[in-house]
């Protein structure tokens, strides 16, 4: 049984949303999966080896990590994306056995959560006390404790459905009902993921330099060779305000040869630029190719190109001019 | 007392970091301050009236709110940034008056402010447990508590500064010595601050296609006028994954022609383009300006163009061309 | 008779392609028509107001004077295009009276009418030997000279009609039955031909400096505001080789937002632009316009900067913020 | 004796400028040398192995023939430029002996020879009568006939020197006194010239379609890779008025990363595109090229991507994905 012997690390704990993206891998069902207590301990897993891969937010997340997700994976030892996960997101809201919705006094949950169900609250608990939790599970299933100091709290479904001694008070209750979250499962560098037609590749590019033009350059790698971009977020260095690098999301695989080129073309301008791999898009959307950046053309300019530069000899400063043309 | 009248809110509570930035400016010291519960309260209080401006956290903050503070200025009611402030992230821990270092088992702080002293956490109280805080403020207030149950807290020195009676544990606890974030000032739109030379403009514009090129022209709406970019964005509209605008702030001043050039530009290619202030930098650093994209590189264009307009007649039908140069 | 005292030059002799353009310009029908013995003499005529305006060749010409145009309008005192005019370039043979076309032996007519015409010539009168003319017209003409050194000539059908006593030995002998040639009626400045929505604009831009990109931002003040150039043209300054100025049509008309934005834009990089003209496409081709580089889109752009800067004041130094935003 | 195998061809007749450039290129001062009547049957010399390589002018020639070489080296049976050489343009006026400066009515000579020595004509001998001739150096040598119907030419010093029996009445007569003119040593295609780090790189680009923006596509294959223009042209394809290919020359070498990059780019956008040689600058100013567009900055780049790609194997559907991992 081979799948025993697979590790995959999760932004836990367990009941979250991030843990719902990992059971969408069908290889993770029979896998053993280990929550991290945060971002860079469930990368640290991957890198240490002592998880074969780590799911972790990375776009719109109900529990935060995002941006210590990029931060996480754009320096240390390098890492790859092999897969991306959509997650609806759903919120509940759970109570220990016996108390009414009429009853909740005080509420707790993660605060990206509480900040999304501002509405429902307003409007069925305007007088309910935030308590902050470190996770929505964690909120949900510290009213499991017997020393608990708020009343309900607000959880993903997956929660509950674990949990069938929580009672649900309301269902769907965030504001924004076709909210989603993107989450990545990241590994060791290896293979790639084998080209589909509508993959995704993410790089970071730290900004060369603080000139007019310089994001211009790198966008024009891009843009030069069709490749369109499905999201760019710029992130502070760390090393001091104003210093960037960009998070970058493109349509295609390295694979296809207008994005290995449009790559080329960074790490030259940026040298420090970090390839984090080319996957599947969930979506399944196929990118659009125009005729003058698919890969036969590219293939047929650089075969052009040999043949121009084919029979180059360096020829020597006694041999004639004319001679070459024999 | 024309100040006594005066009323600005800030992301609360009492003793954040955002305080400290809101105490950075001069009026705001005889002022009324009232602490907001988020930021999207902190702004709804200068939309309703209630307040005169709110300082807010918009880049790197410890106590979140930042990408909250993108979206909330982003649509809703307009907006304007008057004035940016940063302020040096130094942490402090706190505890109980007659507990001792090695006696805290459970430190309570915002979750950011929890990451930012990992280092120091595993160095001196490896042991301590963490009790998520809505606050670093909150936190240490929370010490002060009959019921409190955890033993110090991580924050910031003005809230130790303001309650002698916490014991400071430990200073400059932060991973990172250099750390500083960003706050911005925000009022209802009115006469823009004065040109200083030393400016910022930022602006929020919807990507108006998801084709390659989009975001490029955009960027060249800067980059063709010589306007350096300090920060951009992505964030997602809410509307559907995939769908985003820009948050970006450009070297200068709406008031210079450059940048009002710019600005006409972006509202072309993306009519929802939304301008959010242009305010002096808070590091005073002088925008250098090339000499044909100076006032008087474009005034002299204005006037030559007008020129050749000048005397720009609609010739009628039967009007003889040769009579048009008499 | 008002048309009576207008004056017309062009590149003549009389019976040139030159004259068959300015023909096509109703008002030239009744006016005196001069011909001047090459391109410069014709602008200079307009220059010092012996001539209301010249017909002079731009592009593609049989009797040459395309460069001596291109150059002779990029400098010297400014001159404006009101008007291009497209002849269709076909050619006769004419011979004197009595010659049949076994007798011809020697064939004179302009270098690039010769040119145009070998393939009838290789067939039909392969013997034949070449005699320079200064022009189509001239070499015609000189067949009715008592001392004429050769026996036909090559020439615009035009003059073959004014002189009944040539005979036509052969119609339509160029290689190229679909070629035109473009003529443009020059004048001093002065009101602008009127917009039609099929206009085109001609200007001079000297390339500012020799660096990778000059001619780049040249373009992108046209690409980025959608206009289309229909023709683009090097010709060194004269100054030194390697140093370029180029002659540019675009689609549209100076007072198009969209074009004088250009316009504003080029004389900004390179302030020694020079305006040559709006006018009438010969085509009549109407300019496609995208919505977002529209008038409207213009405008619209332009009340909304002013909006914004619209209550600029120049906030004193004792002024405080939130007043600001009363 | 290897030279006198070898058979120059050049745009005549002897005598002329383009001669003259011809007796810079070492090999050809022993080699047979044949003038051409025009610049089509000089490059056709070369096309049909009747001569090993072509001299024709190329930029600013005052015998014509420039459009000509740009149109014939762009169509037909491929070409390759192998060498430039510059020549400065010195005019001298010559007469039939006993003929004095007083005594000259009707001088002959090229059309663009004639348009460059108005000033000293107009000085010297305002009354003479221009006589065309078909090219400089035919001028010339028509005063040595018998039925000669003019009294001096105006040619290049070098037919002076050839044929002492012609008077010199004026030397350096032009009116630009640093005029130059440059020519090119076409031949078939065989191996590239050697790279020297001063080189030339021409091409000929088919402009893909009439639609803003084609053409700063073409230009920013070169700029994005730092690759200078130092000529570019537009010419009419002659199928259609407003259909044009550029003639273009940059700054580099097709051997060199970046121009092999460049031209990979433009047969991308434009299939039709012609290479027409790499070859010695004639002025051998040596090309200064950035780090990032270097050879090495392309070679690591490269590598750098096919590290990325080099592990890639197409994982089959049945793999799992943290075994990809491993």
Known sequence: MPGSSRTYAFLGPEGTFTEAALLQVPDALQA?????????????????????????????????????????????????????????????LVA?????????????THGHAWAQCRLWVDKHIPEAEYVPGSSTAAAALGLLEQD?????????????????????????????????????????????????????????????????????????????????LSRIESRPTGQYLGH??????????AGEARVGDALAGLHRISPGTRFLGSYPRADKQVTPVAAHTSDAAFSAANTWVQSILGAESVAGESGSEASRTA
Request: with cysteine; proline share 7%.
């Open 96 to 108: 220990r056995p016996g108390i009414g919705l009429e009853e909740v006094r005080r509420v707790s």
């Open 244 to 253: 960037y690098f960009f998070s970058i999301d493109a349509d295609g695989h």
């Open 32 to 92: 053993v999966r280990v929550p991290a207590s945060n971002v860079n301990a469930a990368l640290d897993r991957v890198r240490d080896g002592s998880a074969d891969a780590a799911m972790v937010p990375i776009e719109n997340s109900v529990e935060g990590g995002v941006t210590a997700t990029l931060d996480a994976i754009a320096s240390g030892e390098e890492l790859r994306i092999i897969r991306e996960v959509l997650v609806p997101i759903s919120f509940v």
């Open 148 to 228: 608990c100091t708020y009343d309900a709290a607000i959880c993903a479904p997956l929660v509950a459905r674990e949990h069938p001694e929580l009672s649900v008070l309301g269902e769907d209750i965030g504001d924004n009902p076709g909210a989603v979250t993107r989450f990545i499962l990241v590994s060791r560098p290896g293979a790639l993921p084998a080209r589909t037609g509508a993959d995704k590749t993410t790089v970071v590019v730290p900004l060369p330099e603080d000139r007019p033009g310089a994001l211009m350059e790198i966008l024009d790698q891009f843009a030069s060779r069709g490749v369109n």
